[in-house]
Nanobody, 124 residues
Framework: RVQLVESGGGSVQAGGSLRLSCKVS????????LAWFRQVPGKEREGVAS?????????DYADSVKGRFTISQDSAKNTVYLQMTTLNPEDTAMYYC????????????????WGQGTQVTVSS
């Protein structure tokens, strides 16, 4: 079965950078979508970025992270990355990787496969 394992979270100061990784096992994505979401306690899971294998490797981002975050994938490693720069305290959250077949959406309800999450904490 498909498994997603996130890594790379940690604590950084505002203005810093982190790179999250999501290792996919049990399936090689050549179609469909891999995406990153984040969630803070008491709030809904928020879509951050998506990578579509079906639209010429197109990407999409939440407005709150455009210009600061970059999603990419390494097919040889079956891994998707989220490079995060210019981090601010509002980026503090648990970050999750998710996968689905078909079109990408930045809405959690569309995804059926999830990783366990990796915590990102940004201090001011």
């Amino acid at each position: 079965r498909v498994q997603l394992v996130e890594s790379g979270g940690g604590s950084v100061q505002a203005g810093g950078s982190l790179r999250l990784s999501c290792k996919v096992s049990g399936y090689t994505y050549t179609t469909g979508c891999l995406a990153w979401f984040r969630q803070v306690p008491g709030k809904e899971r928020e879509g951050v970025a998506s990578f579509s294998f079906e639209l010429g490797s197109s990407t999409d981002y939440a407005d709150s992270v455009k210009g600061r975050f970059t999603i990419s994938q390494d097919s040889a490693k079956n891994t998707v990355y989220l490079q995060m720069t210019t981090l601010n305290p509002e980026d503090t959250a648990m970050y999750y990787c998710a996968a689905r077949s078909g079109t990408c959406y930045l809405a959690a309800s569309w995804y059926t496969v999830w990783g366990q999450g990796t915590q990102v904490t940004v201090s001011s």
